[in-house]
Nanobody, 115 residues
Framework: QVQFVESGGGLVQPGGSLKLSCTASGSIFSIFRMGWYRQAPGKQREVVAQIVPGGDTNYVDSVKGRFTISRDNTKNTVYLQMNSLKPEDTAVYYC?????????WGQGTQVTVSS
């Protein structure tokens, strides 16, 4: 069973940037479509960015032009570069396959955007 470990979150001011990383266990990471998800307090978890093995990406409208998802299959790692952060980006961020595997959720990494 693939497991994911997220890192890179923190407290940042509006307009700031963060880069999240997610490392997967297992040797078949490269075949998965991967996604970054987030869950804000009181809200359902939503997918914000996806990347297929070949590198094509797509994003939810609220982060288009600000977030960039990428992957390094040699390191079993997927990244999320987040720029121009807004208070509404505050959430716990997770990575998982896309569609998600309910048994693979990690602990997530907290992103707080506040002045």
């Amino acid at each position: 069973q693939v497991q994911f470990v997220e890192s890179g979150g923190g407290l940042v001011q509006p307009g700031g940037s963060l880069k999240l990383s997610c490392t997967a266990s297992g040797s078949i990471f490269s075949i998965f479509r991967m996604g970054w998800y987030r869950q804000a307090p009181g809200k359902q978890r939503e997918v914000v960015a996806q990347i297929v093995p070949g590198g094509d990406t797509n994003y939810v409208d609220s982060v288009k032009g600000r977030f960039t998802i990428s992957r390094d299959n040699t390191k079993n790692t997927v990244y999320l570069q987040m720029n121009s952060l807004k208070p509404e980006d505050t959430a716990v961020y997770y990575c998982n396959t896309s569609p998600s595997n309910s048994r693979s959720w990690g602990q997530g990494t907290q992103v707080t955007v506040s002045s």
